[in-house]
């Protein structure tokens, strides 16, 4: 099941796409009044969810306010998280490897996780446009990445239990200004600039696909595939990060986690293909969608 926040004459509906992705019914249909998707998130139970999978699965004509998707704005599904987004950093072999080279750094696999947060005030929406900030970057790139969403507040998971704690699945651009984080030796300010979080277009529910998920990633900018990998290939899977984190903090629900990027981001080509005004950036992950953006002045 597929859950999106959209607009329709400047009005905001949270929905449910039906089974062909051709419309969108609101979560109204299914007699629901969240505001947002975060309310949702919290308290949405079992029986709610099972009626919005149910209403799914009806034809437009049977349903009270369907919309064609050609007719709707969609929007970001988590437009302004309660909290920074955690970051993995270098979470895939082979993106391990392009980073080091462009540092100039010896390669090295990482034995634990690396964690870092990315400041968000508001996200990016789908087909929103990216800044380019220009006045502090002229190496802008772009991550394609999977997110997890916690469902209900996490403390001390052990194994075995990480499915029960996630709502579903989206998918961020962790944009990234490169200079700036080599200059500051960190990554929170060269990640958190306005803009720098495109997310959406959806949100794939856990029970969409199998945990851990193993889905196809990728990203194309004006159509040139530039990352192609599977998010089976996590240095660190999902599972792990989550018993791990929670062992020391609670994570509230609605809490985002960006699990990192493959090979193929701009400054892993020689000479770096980094982002210039007008490209558009797509990324993309099997039974999630596209994630579409373009680069702004």
């Not at 007699?31 to 998130?41: A, F, T």
């Not at 700036?180 to 529910?205: A, R």
Request: charged content about 25%.
């Amino acid at each position: 099941m597929k859950l999106l926040a959209y607009e329709v004459d400047k009005r905001s509906f949270l929905g449910v796409l039906n089974e062909d992705e051709t419309w969108v019914y609101p979560v109204s249909a299914a007699g629901m009044e969240y505001r947002s998707m975060k309310d949702l998130i919290r308290e949405a139970g079992p029986s709610e969810m099972e009626m919005l999978d149910y209403i799914s699965k009806k034809m437009p004509g049977d349903v009270t306010g369907a919309a064609s998707v050609e007719e709707i704005k969609v929007v970001s599904p988590i437009a302004e998280p309660d909290q920074d987004i955690i970051c993995l950093g270098i979470n895939y072999m082979d993106h391990a490897k392009e980073s080091a080279r462009f540092q100039k750094e010896e390669f090295s696999k990482p034995e634990k996780a690396i964690y870092f947060s990315k400041r968000v005030n508001r996200t990016n929406d789908p087909d929103g446009i990216i800044p380019a900030h220009k006045n502090l970057t002229n190496q802008l790139d772009y991550e394609a990445e999977l997110a997890v969403i916690i469902k209900k507040d996490a403390k001390d998971v052990k194994p075995g239990e990480v499915k029960d704690y996630i709502f579903g699945y989206t998918i961020m651009n962790d944009v990234s200004a490169r200079e700036v984080q080599t200059e500051h030796k960190q990554w929170y300010f060269g990640k958190s600039l306005d803009g720098f979080t495109p997310l959406g277009p959806c949100i794939m529910t856990a029970d969409s696909t199998a945990f851990p998920p193993v889905l196809k990633i990728q990203s194309k900018v004006n159509g040139e595939l530039r990352q192609n990998s599977n998010t089976g290939l996590f240095i660190h899977g999902i599972e792990e990060v989550i018993c791990e984190l929670t062992q020391g903090m609670t994570l509230k629900a609605g809490t985002i986690i960006a699990t990192g990027t493959p090979a193929g981001v701009g400054m892993g080509f020689v000479p770096p293909k980094f982002l210039e005004t007008g490209d558009v950036v797509e990324c993309i992950i099997e039974g999630i969608g596209t994630l579409r953006n373009t680069v702004g002045e």
